[in-house]
């Protein structure tokens, strides 16, 4: 993977030679949030979307925004056009910036602002055409899932224990009913109807989650928005994982058991299908 130009507090430069103090807070406390944003044929994907997420887990940690959604979007086709790659990965994260460590909020420091941008990998055809195993774990993580924290500590542990059991996500429960994975949202599908976990505290609103729904309604894909008990989960006829770098993943086993009949399901080559040709769509207007 490679990332060649960065910005970093104002301006762009190589990565290796991007440096931030010790004292800023995203490295002591975790404070700060970030979006990841894919680009297709270096056309951003749902950026207005991810720009109001950006803000709302501004909202949510207390910090202003240091930037206008016009200059977001402007360093973000910067970001785009000094990288390589048709499609990529933008990252970007703002954090509390560089203040003597007290836990409290500090009162006149200067938010860090940091931008990259990945080569996107999006799964191989291999994971499309087969699925992949997933593993379930109790949700450890905060009460604050929404705000898509940098603080990702939980979320880190999730993912190992999955990569220890040979699988690609953890599928988390909290007191009995799913919430998402480690790094996605999760459908599950029974009898026809697309179930998703309501959007609350308790997982990110995906943006890949909306246009999964917004796809299923305009297809006339049954959908209820409810939450599903870990139980309706494993005896599910599907599972699905859905993330912007991931789409839409079907899951074939769970805690290494058949998901349905351990193939992707009909609703999901349905799904994937239309994912792929609304980002065609997109895309074709876009440029
Ligand atoms: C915990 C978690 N849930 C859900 C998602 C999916 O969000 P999106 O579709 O906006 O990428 C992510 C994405 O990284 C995530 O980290």
């Not at 991810?50 to 016009?70: F, K, M, T, V, W």
């Not at 055409?129 to 939980?154: A, E, H, Q």
Request: charged share 25%; glycine share 6%; proline share 7%.
């Amino acid at each position: 993977m490679t990332t060649d130009i960065v910005y970093l507090n104002g301006e762009f430069m190589p990565l290796a030679e991007a440096r931030v103090p010790v004292l800023d807070r995203g490295f002591i406390f975790g404070d700060g949030v970030y979006e990841v944003v894919p680009v297709y044929s270096r056309n951003p994907f749902r950026l207005g979307e991810h720009l109001q997420r950006l803000q709302r887990s501004l909202d949510g940690i207390r910090l202003a925004n240091p930037l206008r959604d016009e200059e977001w979007t402007k360093l973000i086709l910067e970001i785009v056009a000094r990288n390589s790659g048709e499609d990529q990965a933008v990252y970007f994260q703002v954090t509390r910036g560089v203040a003597p460590r007290a836990h409290e909020f500090p009162s006149a420091a200067k938010p860090t602002v940091f931008l990259m941008s990945n080569v996107m990998k999006t799964p191989p055809r291999e994971q499309v055409d087969n699925g992949v195993p997933c593993i379930t774990s109790n949700d450890f993580r905060w009460l604050k899932c929404d705000i898509k924290s940098v603080s990702l500590l939980g979320n880190c542990l999730a993912k190992q224990l999955a990569v220890d059991a040979g699988a690609v996500e953890a599928v988390m429960f909290r007191d009995g009913y799913l919430t998402e994975a480690s790094a996605s949202n999760v459908f599950v599908v029974r009898n026809g109807v697309l179930l998703a976990p309501p959007k609350n505290h308790l997982i990110l609103p995906g943006i890949t989650y909306d246009v999964v729904l917004e796809l299923a309604h305009a297809n006339r894909i049954p959908v209820e928005t409810r939450e599903i008990p870990e139980q309706e989960v494993k005896t599910a006829q599907e599972i699905w994982v859905t993330s912007s770098t991931k789409e839409v993943l079907a899951v074939t086993s769970l805690d290494g058991r058949p998901v349905g009949d351990g193939k992707p399901g009909p609703v999901f080559r349905r799904m994937h299908a239309l994912y792929q040709e609304f980002k065609q769509t997109v895309m074709r207007r876009a440029a």
